[in-house]
């Protein structure tokens, strides 16, 4: 059976955890220059773990720290498949969420 994990920053692998996701993997490309944050170095870590990992949610700040070639490399990987997950993205999932229900974008910016 395929599992699930996370990779990303302290504060990003925290909340999978107390979701009770096994495989965190902790890496942080602007302070720990010692973890390889290229696409080969990620997928080893990720692979070499003794469980079958097939899709990994990976934090996006980290995919934007990548060169063009890894961060494609990544973004196109089969086995296992990357998600990028962000911030940003959940607050653009709230502010969807927000206007289909009262159905009003109260984040709508003023237009000049």
């Known amino acids: 059976m395929q599992q699930l994990a996370a ?5 990003f692998i925290l909340g999978f ?3 009770g996701i096994r495989h965190t993997f ?7 220059k010692k ?12 692979t070499s773990s003794a469980d079958n990992i097939g899709i990994v949610i ?6 934007d720290s990548m060169s063009f070639f890894d961060r494609s ?3 196109n990987s ?3 498949v990357f998600i990028p997950l962000s911030t940003r993205a959940a607050q653009e999932n ?4 927000i206007k289909k229900s009262i159905g009003v974008d109260v984040w709508k910016q003023d237009e000049k």
């Open 7 to 11: 990779i990303g920053t302290n504060e």
């Open 17 to 19: 955890q107390l979701a």
């Open 26 to 32: 902790e890496v942080d490309a602007s302070l720990n």
């Open 35 to 46: 973890t390889d944050t290229s696409a080969k170095g990620i997928k080893q870590l990720v």
């Open 58 to 63: 990976i934090d996006e700040n980290l995919l």
């Open 73 to 75: 490399d990544i973004e």
């Open 78 to 80: 089969i086995s296992p």
């Open 94 to 97: 709230l502010r969807k969420l």
